[in-house]
């Protein structure tokens, strides 16, 4: 019943948000945010405390419900989805997450005037369409959450977003909904290649690697793995996203609404990796072994491109939003090297993937932190061109603080949480993947010249007097960079928990694939 709370309980906020007064609409939706997030810790001590060195892998999930929803039988076809939800090591570290920036992006939106009802009640769907997505245990159901997230967030950006917002709402949706349906196609196949009669994440853990065979294709073939492989990963590479398929990010993050660009970066783009972790990995790892050395290459052209991208952005908020291309290449790089099969010690190939998955976490908290700061300079100046500002830290010194350590966070820095997941997948992917590992490494280098040359144009420096007027951030715009900064702090210092928390379940996968690899 937990996990049915925290995925429920925004969906019934929005509900109340929606007959409530426009006062009581802010004061709802961050109290159902904040009990979701306190929820959301509530299983993870959970998880603790059961003292199990296997807690919550996907064979055996903690907090799992699993009850019979859709059972249709027409001749040979039947189609049986379960409401089952559960919770193992890799979903967990993504419920927190969500549970606090959906809480954070309340408070950050506090000062939204227009239609504040509606505004709330979005973002709280939204909040359940995410925690949907990451506590399903069921393929179908999983699809379903995945697709409900859609429709607050098309709305979000297209009612609330700036002079372009319909454009980039609609090429969002577009993007998106074309990414499904291949991954939809790909639930299909590998549903019907199990048997179809059970499309439990349980079952597909046991069976799904085991798949052999091969399709027709453009008068030749394909193997049956990577078929399923490639069609599950369009999807996910489109929500990460993944060059070349990234330009409606950038134009989603330019006109989406501060807190919407917090959602947007922090937990909507996670939805992609996890998909590509816990479904293509798998329940796919025989194509995912195929396909490794393409995605380590796709993987460095994702952090130079989004990377070199952001070095002649004007504009703060599409410069971070290159910039999260450029640190999802990072995730990108780690899961090729856990799959790319070879002479590299498995330790190292867990190392990778580890960081892969932290870096998840850490980009969410990071990419937040520093929309957050953008959206506080912009809703105090009304610009976000990097080249009008000059000196204004010296109005904004305690603004300035903060907007430093989430951009020190985001190359790198080390005592930082970037740190350490960067330093994981660099670790365990120049042991199977060399070449792609040092190309994407200069990336970090272009990290640290586009947000230290952002920094010192805008904050530092003489200060430009036409700025002599800005206030510096108010208590209430300094709470959600603060509990952001002290997040990454913690995560940068002492990494342990998070860490031993995905464990058993990436160890699980990499093992899996080792054993497939020698058969």
Not at 205 to 220: K, Y
Not at 222 to 240: E, M, P, Q, T, W
Not at 277 to 296: D, K, N, Q, S, Y
Not at 393 to 422: I, N, Q, T
């Amino acid at each position: 019943m937990l996990l049915t709370a925290i995925v429920f309980l925004p969906l019934i906020a929005g509900v109340i948000c929606m007959l409530a007064p426009d006062r009581a609409a802010r004061w709802i939706a961050a109290v159902f945010t904040g009990v979701v997030f306190l929820l959301s810790l509530w299983l993870y001590f959970g998880l603790v405390a059961t003292g199990s060195p296997n807690f919550g892998s996907v064979i055996a999930p903690q907090w799992y419900i699993d009850v019979p929803w859709i059972n249709v039988v027409l001749g040979a076809f039947h189609l049986k989805v379960d409401y089952a939800l559960g919770a193992d090591g890799l979903s967990m570290t993504m419920l927190i997450l969500n549970g606090l920036l959906s809480f954070l992006a309340v408070i950050g939106s506090w000062k939204i005037g227009k239609r504040p009802r509606l505004y709330f009640a979005l973002l709280l769907i939204l909040e359940t369409g995410v925690m949907g997505v990451f506590a399903a245990f069921d393929l179908f159901l999983f699809i379903f959450f995945w697709e409900i997230e859609l429709i607050p967030m098309f709305l979000l950006i297209g009612i609330w977003g700036g002079a372009r917002r319909e454009y980039a709402a609609w090429k969002f949706l577009i993007y998106t909904l074309v990414g499904s349906a291949f991954t939809l196609a790909g639930i299909f196949l590998i549903y019907f290649q199990t048997g179809g009669r059970d499309a439990s994440y349980q079952h597909f853990t046991q069976t799904a690697p085991s798949l052999t065979g091969s399709l027709p294709f453009f008068g030749g073939s394909v193997s049956l793995a990577l078929a399923i492989f490639l069609l599950l990963f369009v999807g996910f590479a489109v929500k990460i996203p993944m060059w070349p398929l990234h330009t409606w990010l950038p134009d989603a993050h330019t006109e989406a609404p501060t807190a919407v660009s917090v959602l947007l970066a922090g937990v909507l783009l996670k939805m992609g990796a996890y998909g590509l972790i816990r479904i293509c990995l798998g329940f796919a790892p025989h194509g995912a072994m195929e396909f490794a050395p393409v995605l380590g290459v796709l993987a460095a052209i994702n952090v130079l491109w989004g990377a070199g991208a952001s070095m002649v952005q004007k504009d703060m908020k599409r410069m971070i939003a290159y910039s999260s291309v450029s640190h999802m290449g990072y995730v990108l790089l780690g899961v090729a090297a856990a799959a790319a099969i070879g002479t590299a010690n498995i330790n190292f190939r867990q190392a990778a993937l580890t960081g892969a998955t932290l870096q998840m976490f850490t980009h969410g908290t990071i990419t937040a932190m520093l929309f957050f700061s953008v959206g506080v300079l912009y809703e105090k100046a009304h610009t976000r061109d990097i080249d009008v500002f000059g000196g204004i830290g010296k109005r904004m010194p305690m603004l300035m603080l903060l907007y430093s350590v989430a951009c020190f966070a985001a190359l790198g820095l080390p005592g930082l949480s970037g740190f350490v997941a960067e330093y994981l997948v660099f670790t365990g992917s120049f042991a199977t993947l060399p070449v792609a590992t040092i190309f994407a490494a200069f990336g970090v280098v272009l990290t640290a010249g586009y947000l230290l040359w952002m920094l010192r144009r805008s904050f530092y420096g003489p200060l430009n007097m036409k700025w002599d007027w800005l206030t510096d951030t108010t208590v209430r715009e300094a709470f959600p960079l603060v509990a952001l900064g002290l997040v990454i702090l913690f995560v940068g210092i002492y990494p342990q928990p998070i860490i031993d928390l995905l464990t058993p379940s990436l160890q699980q996968m990499v093992h899996s694939m080792s054993a497939l690899a020698i058969h």
